[in-house]
């Protein structure tokens, strides 16, 4: 069984996001970075692709020819990765779609709903792939922890509280991270609810299985002048009468990036925290708190299957990120030969990035109205 061929569009040189998809494509060994147009600045992107040894006929200065060419070619890429800002991934998504080629792209799917409406609509027509990058929901306690929920471990959910809290925007930044995501043409019209609040969202509804239908949201703009939020609350109904509280945060000073998540249904609770990821609580009603950790005692086989190193040593970021590659990689292989994808993966699609978007406008639409409850599409 052939690695498969990946192609990248964006994460060139200075780029942080890309090369983190490039290493955890490379982490388990099923993918081999060959082709790319990694930057809009041409010199660039050449200097980049001889960077990453990517051989000199596949180093494109433009997405489009990209696709063109690798479709036309008998070695070319199976997939490509989109890890540009978020205005960016409408373009290459569609343009890959459309040439045959399965697509995976960072959260959120676009920067505005008609963007998300043409990449969804691409990949109707062209019966590829999608595949959306939430990559915490690689993390194997996160998996125990949906594991734990769907067998009835926590009873009837009544309560999902999760936050993102973040402190590296509360001032006037600049630089090539903060530039676009402060800036509404490259960010679209959420902030920090689309750059993180899509996250803790994203992480809620995995978890649980239970799907947001109206949200009431207060987004502020603390930092003057700024023009996209960096703060936002919202409290979330959800399909059978469960409640949540989502609170997302750029200017948080004293975090860096505090993702958490806690879930209380009848008969017991949980609660994880993404900067300890391989350590979550679990307790049931009136007995003390279990201690659970990845790959410890007590672990499930969803949070087993995607760990990879024994228990104590620490495993996160890197190894969430290169979970989703493997399970992009296993259901391409697995939907090209016309076979379903093996129990127990979990790949993120067209829906839950559409999704991703509904929640951003209802948000959005939400705080304009002064926090009035909002359906999510």
């Known amino acids: 069984m052939r690695r498969l061929r990946l192609g990248m569009v964006g994460g060139g040189q200075g780029a ?49 020819e990209m696709a063109q060419a690798e479709a036309a070619r008998a070695d070319g890429i199976d997939a490509v990765a989109i890890v540009t800002p978020n205005h960016m991934h409408a373009g290459p998504a569609v343009a890959f779609l459309k040439a045959g080629i399965h697509v995976i792209c960072d959260k959120p799917l676009a920067a505005t709903p008609e963007q998300a409406d043409q990449i969804a609509q691409a990949q109707k027509d062209s019966g590829k792939q ?21 067998r009835g471990d926590l009873g009837e959910i009544r309560v999902v509280q999760v936050e993102y809290a973040q402190d590296w925007l509360a001032e006037e930044t600049s630089g090539k991270q903060a530039d676009w995501r402060v800036d509404p043409a490259r960010s679209g019209a959420g902030g920090c609810v689309g750059d993180i609040g899509t996250h803790a969202f994203n992480l809620a509804s995995f978890v649980t299985g239970l799907r947001a239908q109206q949200l009431a949201a207060d987004l502020q703009a603390f930092v003057p002048g700024r023009q996209v939020d960096d703060n936002v609350h919202v409290m979330l109904r959800f399909a059978g009468g469960a409640r949540g509280m989502l609170w997302a945060s750029q200017v948080a000073v004293g975090n860096e990036n505090a993702l958490r998540l806690r879930v209380h249904g ?18 049931r009603f009136g007995e003390p708190k279990q201690i659970l950790t990845r790959g410890g005692a007590g672990s499930s086989a969803a949070g087993t299957r995607v760990t990879r190193i024994p228990p104590g040593h620490p495993e996160g970021y890197l190894e969430g990120f290169a979970t989703l590659y493997s399970e992009a990689a296993a259901l391409i292989r697995h939907v090209d030969q016309g076979q379903a994808l093996p129990e127990g993966h979990h790949v993120l699609g067209i829906e839950d990035g559409l999704q991703g978007m509904r929640f951003i406008a209802a948000c959005i639409a939400s705080s304009r109205g002064d926090g009035v409850w909002t359906p999510l599409g």
Do not use: C
């Not at 388990?28 to 060959?34: C, F, N, P, S």
């Not at 998996?143 to 769907?150: L, W």
């Not at 008969?267 to 900067?275: H, L, P, R, S, V």
């Open 16 to 64: 942080f996001i890309g090369g983190v998809h490039r290493i955890a494509a490379r982490i388990d060994g099923q993918w081999d970075l060959v082709a790319g147009a990694l930057s809009s600045d041409a010199d660039r992107a050449r200097a980049s692709a001889a960077d990453l040894g990517i051989a000199e006929d596949r180093a494109y200065t433009d997405f489009a």
């Open 130 to 150: 999608f595949i959306l990058t939430h990559n915490y929901t690689g993390y194997p306690l996160i998996r125990q922890a949906r594991e734990m929920v769907a």
């Open 266 to 283: 009848t008969k017991g609770g949980i609660d994880w925290a993404q900067e300890n990821p391989n350590v979550m609580t679990f307790t």
